[in-house]
């Protein structure tokens, strides 16, 4: 996540196209493997008797967030000239902050997944 949202960052701020769709195109290709990850991390976590409704909440929080975000993005300000940039700047910065949340946090998401594995 780290090193998606420094690529976000730098494909901001730089001005090589081929570059930037290089990076898009690995970007959607990896997507599917990672939602892959997610699903199967989700599946050992949750317990059977609640996946449905936790599926149900994360369903329910992406949408909004996805809504917000489209509707922010939509704004004719990021329609002209070169300030697209800023959604993808914008992108990364949200990615690095949800990198870190996942860092500091680190020791007890390692700690909670040794004691389901019984290792």
């Known amino acids: 996540m ?7 960052i730098y494909l901001s701020l730089g001005q090589v196209t081929l570059l930037f769709y290089t990076c898009l195109f690995l970007t959607g290709i990896t997507n599917a493997g990672t939602r892959i990850i997610r699903v199967t991390f989700l599946f050992n976590q949750i317990p059977n008797h609640v996946i449905g409704r936790t599926n149900s909440v994360f369903t329910v929080i992406n949408l909004i967030v996805r809504s917000v975000l489209i509707g922010v993005f939509s704004l004719p ?10 959604a993808y700047m914008f992108g990364g910065f949200f990615v690095l902050a949800s990198a870190l949340s996942l860092l500091l946090d680190y020791k007890n998401l390692r700690a909670l997944s040794v004691d389901e594995s019984g290792g």
């Open 2 to 8: 780290a090193l998606a949202g420094t690529v976000f």
């Open 77 to 86: 300000y990021f329609m002209s000239g070169t300030t697209v940039r800023f």
